[in-house]
């Protein structure tokens, strides 16, 4: 992804987007989607690229934050992402209990079938 014509990095891949992309769900959803993917892959990286396990906790998310060099002087951004996060948290934290899954086992894949369901 580029920004202000600097690289930075995203937690979801190029396929991931493209399989949003041709979910054949609403602009609306797929945008959810992506919020909510984008989300689950800052978790994941967290996690040491756990593909299982709890989401973490928010002192680990705050550090974890305050590691991006990019962020680390814009409180504003700060609070509002770790708002998001805790919001996204929960959605996932609920899936996954759906799916009878850790939340950090829930896949682009599982994202888009439970959209697509609740459609």
């Not at 979801?12 to 959803?29: A, F, M, T, V, Y």
């Not at 994941?44 to 928010?58: D, F, Q, T, Y």
Request: proline share 3%; glycine share 4%; with cysteine.
């Amino acid at each position: 992804m580029v920004d202000s014509g600097k690289l930075t990095s995203s937690p979801l891949s190029l396929e991931d987007i493209q399989k949003i992309d041709e979910s054949g769900l609403s602009n609306i959803d797929r945008h959810y989607l992506r919020l909510l993917a984008h989300c689950l892959g800052c978790f994941k990286s967290i996690s040491a690229n756990s593909l299982s396990g709890p989401i973490p906790n928010k002192a680990d998310r705050l550090e974890w934050l305050m590691m991006q060099s990019d962020y680390i002087n814009d409180k504003a951004f700060i609070s509002a992402f770790l708002e998001q996060l805790d919001i996204a948290a929960s959605q996932l934290e609920r899936l996954a209990k759906e799916r009878k899954m850790t939340p950090l086992e829930l896949t682009i894949d599982e994202l888009i079938n439970a959209i697509i369901i609740q459609s």
